[in-house]
């Protein structure tokens, strides 16, 4: 369905439920708009109810009987073809991802082509070995384990990275037998419902995937206390993490929750200060900083630290902000007006509590939500933005004078996901390895990033202490079987 919308037609995304696309009997819908020109409304889509809710989980429910008989290859095929109709589609849903959060074109490209990647490998997984044979002490028996589906998983999911996150937590669900049932945000629903229509053209069965749009408040509380839910996987913010996990315990399900992150980068005195600029840079204000894994915290060795500082200043300096369609822009809007308000409440409470403001942080005029890349310099441990997650294109500087000193401010976070060091000296990377506290040690690389096969999730408060991607997603989406055979 589409209605006429400033002279362009604009569509109308259902819910996808058993296979079939609908629109909420609430007759509500909300509008999903660009943010770097609030104006282009991108698609509309639905304002779901609770029943909503129970019909997609009924449907998995339903769908989970026989989806997890099929043998695990049949499974890997789907996703397959699901990858394959992706491929076909990159751009256009790069362009959607665009225009519905604002990350660049070039970003947005990367993200869907990491969307294929991520559902080839876990297509593969459906033939990989789910068991150990494991000796018995009976010479006559025989013993191993093998993995069982969960039943239906509920995937709540944020507007940061709508391709990658839905799909590297959809695909490992799926192709190990488990049923989904999708909750985006609010921001990027279009994007969402763009890759429902890929999984649709692949023609799963019915009811193994259904997406279901609105309120994460009022979806999220649903999802919960659905009768059939078996797992919920979730990426956002720890207030609603910590809200699910809670709910998730007093059900007695399985809950994986991935949150936030205030990522440390340490410059030593004998680092590549051009490999360092530029990382801290990339892992800091790509996608405007709102990654979980984006550098947050810089902490330089005094030696090197007015060097090291003038050439970030001068580099930070030559970014472009502007719209992630246009080839010119580096670095787009912020992803919503609330977003916009949070960064610029942030580069407030720093003046505030005394650190110095170098460049940076000032609202762009005009209609969408650009701010300029922020420098702060003299943070000091205790401020506020030295210790909460802001997700945006904030870097606080921190001088220090030993790597005892770098590594202690360092993991001086409740957060623990990514840390990064630049170095040439072998000792200190050993140390750094050895006494951070997070879940991604990175050695003369960005902070943020993570290859697809690798396990990725965090220490601390950034995550429930599961890993997602590559095969330790295993352990989440299934349970294991201890099978004695005689
Ligand atoms: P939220 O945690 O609010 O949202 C993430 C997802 O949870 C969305 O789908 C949201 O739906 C849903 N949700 C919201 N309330 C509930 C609820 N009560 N029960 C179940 N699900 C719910 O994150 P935001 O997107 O608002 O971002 C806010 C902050 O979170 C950011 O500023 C950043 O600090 C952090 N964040 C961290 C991310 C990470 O990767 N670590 C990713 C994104 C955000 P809806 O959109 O409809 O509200």
């Known amino acids: 369905m589409s209605v006429t919308n400033q002279e362009r037609e604009v569509k109308v995304y259902g819910n996808y439920i058993n296979g079939e696309w609908v629109n909420s009997a609430t007759g509500q819908v909300s509008e999903s708009t660009n943010p770097a020109k609030p104006s282009e409304i991108v698609g509309i889509v639905q304002k779901s109810s609770v029943e909503e809710v129970n019909e997609a989980f009924t449907a998995a429910n339903e769908a989970h009987k026989s989806w997890s008989r099929l043998a ?95 799909i590297w937590k959809i695909a490992p669900a799926l192709v190990y037998g488990n049923t989904v049932v999708l909750k985006p945000a609010n921001e990027t629903s279009v994007t969402a419902a763009k890759i429902i229509e890929c999984f649709d053209e692949a023609k799963l069965p019915k009811g193994v995937i259904n997406l279901v749009t609105g309120s994460g408040a ?37 809950y994986q929750l991935e949150m936030g992150g205030k990522n440390p980068v340490i410059v030593a005195e004998d680092a590549d200060l051009d490999l360092a600029v530029e990382a801290t840079i990339n892992g800091g204000l790509k996608s405007t900083g709102q990654k979980c894994t984006a550098t947050s915290r810089v902490i330089v060795h005094e030696s090197v630290y007015e060097e090291f500082k003038q050439k970030l200043m001068s580099e930070t300096a030559k970014i472009t902000v502007g719209n992630g369609e246009d080839s010119s822009t580096w670095m ?155």
């Not at 059939?228 to 315990?249: D, L, M, P």
């Open 332 to 486: 787009g809007p912020c992803a919503s007006a609330s977003q916009l308000e949070t960064v610029l409440s942030y580069i407030e409470i720093g003046q505030q509590e005394g650190a110095v403001l170098l460049q940076g942080g000032e609202r762009v005029e005009g209609e969408g939500y650009f701010v300029t890349p922020a420098i702060f310099e003299n943070v000091t441990p205790d401020m506020r933005i030295a210790r909460e997650e802001i997700f945006g294109p904030v870097l606080c500087l921190m001088k220090v004078s030993s790597m005892e000193e770098a590594v202690e401010l360092a993991n001086d976070s409740d957060f623990g996901l990514s840390a990064s060091i630049f170095t040439t000296n072998i000792q200190k990377m050993l140390t750094f390895i050895n006494e951070m506290d997070v879940g991604l040690v990175r050695i003369n690389a960005e902070s943020a990033g993570v290859e697809l096969q690798a396990p990725f999730g965090g220490m601390k408060q950034s995550s429930s202490h599961s890993r997602e991607q590559g095969r330790a997603a295993i352990e989440f989406f299934t349970s294991i079987k201890t099978v004695f055979v005689k």
């Open 72 to 166: 695990g290859p049949a499974r890997g095929d789907y996703l397959l073809k699901v990858s394959n109709i992706l491929e076909e589609r990159l751009d256009d849903i790069a362009l959607t991802m665009t225009k519905e959060m604002g990350k660049t074109y070039v970003e947005a490209k990367g993200e869907a082509a990491r969307g294929v990647a991520i559902l080839r490998y876990y297509a593969g997984e459906g033939m990989r070995s789910t068991g150990d044979i494991i000796p018995s002490s009976d010479s006559s028996a025989l013993m191993f384990t093998t993995r069982a589906s969960l039943g239906v998983v509920g995937v709540i999911t944020p507007w940061n990275f709508p391709i990658a996150i839905p």
């Open 218 to 254: 009022v979806i999220g509380d649903a999802m919960l206390a659905n009768p059939y839910i078996k797992a919920v996987t979730f990426t956002g913010s720890n207030t609603v993490g910590k809200h699910i996990g809670r709910q998730a315990f007093e059900r007695g399900i399985k």
